[in-house]
């Protein structure tokens, strides 16, 4: 329970939230372009891929791995500075940043002439698109009311997966445009709409509340919190005004504590969330899903699909991450983070044991007469996949990612986490081509045996944050002492039925040290 009760539903903040989670679009688009345009049979022609005979180039895979991992290259960089930017100039400047960087790359990309050219502007774009998936859990959260936070900031999920589905769409019907420049160009192209778009939100949404408070811009800050959180039938503003009070005294403490990447990882508690962080990061990427994203049309070929059918496989396999991110954002506020991620982590695992089986026993290779029950079954299990990992990864991800970390660190902190998925994904995928050229389906034991043991992991050190205010989240790790005011005291599971809400007030004395008061509210 908290001081003030819950956060009654306003359409505004709710609005302005899903509006910068529409950013996810700007990264997944780009992300899963790529996917449908190695499946293009003009564009392979293009880069010199294949012969005139239909077949491979013997240095087609090394290059079609470097055109793919390089995004992830430069979202390693593209990370790290949008981190730099967003604590310094503020949450929609780094929003701004991703979308500058996104339009050059993609424009690049789209002009292409050759392998080099496109090898370049895929890590340009790679820094900017990835950038997105830093900032927008940040900025949403912090725009977010505790008890909502899951749905609001599940929106990220759920616009990941749109952006994804955007992309095999277009990837599948530019498959039947008759020129074979627009066959893979336009598609390109489209990428650009998404971060114009983007700039056009931001002349209009406002800034994190809680970043303009640690700059010292209170009033400000006060404006846009009263706004958000004002009860919108009756235009009440106590529960705003009470969110307003522990963000104000939770801020002036956050500015005082020491906001570098070196204290990140020296302090305990604070190197506690980073390793918890990284490790979620890794353990989600170490299913396999960017792999399969990227070469699902090589995976379908693989199981004798012919090129059409390839590209329309993966657009069904996409578009079943949408309605399984929908029902996560509606259930992690009352079921928790932990149990989706559980859920989402073991049952990638047991998809990957089951698919691994049926394509070595079916599918390798595909006999003259294959057993097509096995084979539609293959595709069922890649599809089931997909629900486990939307539901349980992707929204209880990006809502975990955004609330983990202090003020003065959550920039940091989920640019950390961003980048271990980039660099994950990177090595994933800059093996995938030859992985599945030369070791075929045992490729999938790596995701296995990854994530078996990543789900203990995450089942004995990841804690529950639902309902948890973000100024109150320090006591999950044992930082009690840095949480200035709480109108809920969580014990270590984040439970706060039956424990008396307090009030902590921070003063100092003379010699500057710190005088803590507290007392029941």
Same mark, same amino acid.
């Given at each position: 329970?908290?001081?003030?009760?819950?956060?009654?539903?306003?359409?505004?903040?709710?609005?302005?939230?899903?509006?910068?989670?529409?950013?996810?679009?700007?990264?997944?688009?780009?992300?899963?372009?790529?996917? !449908?345009?190695?499946? &293009?049979?003009?564009?392979?022609?293009?880069?010199?891929?294949?012969?005139?005979?239909?077949?491979?180039?013997?240095?087609?895979?090394?290059? &079609?791995?470097?055109?793919?991992?390089?995004?992830?290259?430069?979202?390693?960089?593209?990370?790290?500075?949008?981190?730099?930017?967003?604590?310094?100039?503020?949450?929609?400047?780094?929003?701004?940043?991703?979308?500058?960087?996104?339009?050059?790359?993609?424009?690049?990309?789209?002009?292409?002439?050759?392998?080099?050219?496109?090898?370049?502007?895929?890590?340009?774009?790679?820094?900017?698109?990835?950038?997105?998936?830093?900032?927008?859990?940040?900025?949403?959260?912090?725009?977010?009311?505790?008890?909502?936070?899951?749905?609001?900031?599940?929106?990220?999920?759920?616009?990941?997966?749109?952006?994804?589905?955007?992309?095999?769409?277009?990837?599948?019907?530019?498959?039947?445009?008759?020129?074979?420049?627009?066959?893979?160009?336009?598609?390109?192209?489209?990428?650009?709409?998404?971060?114009?778009?983007?700039?056009?939100?931001?002349?209009?949404?406002?800034? !994190?509340?809680?970043?303009?408070?640690?700059?010292?811009?209170?009033?400000?800050?006060?404006?846009?919190?009263?706004?958000?959180?004002?009860?919108?039938?009756?235009?009440?503003?106590?529960?705003?005004?009470?969110?307003?009070?522990?963000?104000?005294? &939770?801020?002036?403490?956050?500015?005082?504590?020491?906001?570098?990447?070196?204290?990140?990882?020296?302090?305990?508690?604070?190197?506690?969330?980073?390793?918890?962080?990284?490790?979620?990061?890794?353990?989600?990427?170490?299913?396999?899903?960017?792999?399969?994203?990227?070469?699902?049309?090589?995976?379908?070929?693989?199981?004798?699909?012919?090129?059409?059918?390839?590209?329309?496989?993966?657009?069904?396999?996409?578009?079943?991450?949408?309605?399984?991110?929908?029902?996560?954002?509606?259930?992690?506020?009352?079921?928790?983070?932990?149990?989706?991620?559980?859920?989402?982590?073991?049952?990638?695992?047991?998809?990957?044991?089951?698919?691994?089986?049926?394509?070595?026993?079916?599918?390798?290779?595909?006999?003259?007469?294959?057993?097509?029950?096995?084979?539609?079954?293959?595709?069922?299990?890649?599809?089931?996949?997909?629900?486990?990992?939307?539901?349980?990864?992707?929204?209880?991800?990006?809502?975990?990612?955004?609330?983990?970390?202090?003020?003065?660190?959550?920039?940091?902190?989920?640019?950390?986490?961003?980048?271990?998925?980039?660099?994950?994904?990177?090595?994933?995928?800059?093996?995938?081509?030859?992985?599945?050229?030369?070791?075929?389906?045992?490729?999938?034991?790596?995701?296995?045996?990854?994530?078996?043991?990543?789900?203990?992991?995450?089942?004995?050190?990841?804690?529950?944050?639902?309902?948890?205010?973000?100024?109150?989240? !320090?006591?999950?790790?044992?930082?009690?002492?840095?949480?200035?005011?709480?109108? !809920?005291?969580?014990?270590?599971?984040g439970d706060t039925d039956g424990i008396e809400p307090t009030v902590t007030y921070r003063k100092t004395d003379e010699d500057g040290d710190v005088i803590t008061t507290t007392h029941v509210a």
């Amino acid at each position: 329970m908290t001081v003030e009760g819950e956060h009654k539903w306003n359409w505004q903040n709710f609005v302005i939230t899903f509006a910068i989670s529409l950013g996810q679009w700007a990264f997944a688009y780009p992300s899963a372009i790529i996917g !449908s345009t190695m499946g &293009q049979p003009s564009f392979l022609r293009y880069m010199e891929f294949i012969e005139e005979d239909g077949t491979m180039t013997d240095i087609s895979v090394n290059l &079609q791995g470097a055109m793919t991992g390089v995004f992830q290259a430069g979202a390693f960089f593209g990370i790290l500075l949008v981190s730099w930017v967003m604590d310094r100039y503020g949450r929609k400047a780094g929003m701004i940043f991703c979308a500058i960087l996104s339009i050059v790359g993609g424009s690049i990309t789209t002009a292409s002439n050759g392998v080099a050219m496109f090898i370049v502007s895929r890590f340009i774009s790679g820094g900017g698109s990835w950038g997105f998936l830093a900032v927008t859990p940040v900025y949403t959260s912090e725009l977010s009311p505790p008890n909502l936070r899951g749905l609001f900031v599940g929106m990220n999920g759920v616009n990941i997966a749109v952006g994804y589905a955007l992309a095999s769409y277009m990837g599948l019907a530019f498959f039947y445009v008759s020129d074979p420049a627009a066959q893979w160009r336009c598609p390109l192209g489209i990428a650009l709409v998404f971060p114009v778009g983007i700039l056009l939100i931001m002349a209009v949404v406002p800034e !994190s509340p809680r970043w303009l408070l640690m700059k010292g811009r209170t009033e400000d800050a006060r404006k846009i919190t009263l706004k958000l959180h004002k009860e919108a039938d009756t235009g009440a503003t106590e529960y705003a005004e009470a969110q307003f009070e522990q963000m104000y005294l &939770q801020a002036e403490v956050d500015r005082t504590l020491n906001p570098t990447w070196r204290e990140m990882f020296l302090r305990p508690s604070y190197r506690k969330r980073a390793i918890v962080a990284i490790a979620f990061a890794f353990i989600g990427h170490s299913t396999g899903v960017t792999v399969i994203n990227n070469y699902g049309p090589t995976l379908y070929k693989a199981l004798g699909y012919d090129s059409e059918y390839q590209l329309i496989l993966q657009t069904g396999w996409i578009t079943m991450a949408i309605p399984a991110n929908i029902l996560g954002v509606f259930v992690t506020d009352s079921w928790g983070r932990k149990p989706l991620i559980l859920l989402g982590v073991l049952g990638c695992c047991a998809c990957l044991i089951i698919e691994a089986a049926l394509v070595a026993v079916y599918a390798s290779p595909v006999p003259e007469a294959p057993n097509l029950v096995a084979i539609r079954a293959a595709v069922a299990i890649l599809y089931l996949f997909m629900i486990f990992y939307s539901l349980g990864i992707d929204v209880a991800g990006m809502v975990f990612f955004g609330e983990l970390f202090p003020n003065h660190l959550r920039a940091k902190g989920m640019g950390l986490a961003a980048v271990t998925i980039a660099l994950s994904d990177f090595v994933y995928l800059q093996c995938g081509a030859i992985a599945y050229r030369d070791i075929g389906w045992k490729y999938y034991l790596v995701f296995v045996i990854v994530t078996l043991i990543g789900a203990i992991y995450l089942m004995v050190y990841v804690p529950e944050t639902r309902g948890i205010p973000l100024e109150e989240m !320090s006591a999950l790790f044992g930082d009690v002492d840095e949480i200035a005011n709480f109108r !809920s005291s969580p014990n270590r599971n984040g439970d706060t039925d039956g424990i008396e809400p307090t009030v902590t007030y921070r003063k100092t004395d003379e010699d500057g040290d710190v005088i803590t008061t507290t007392h029941v509210a």
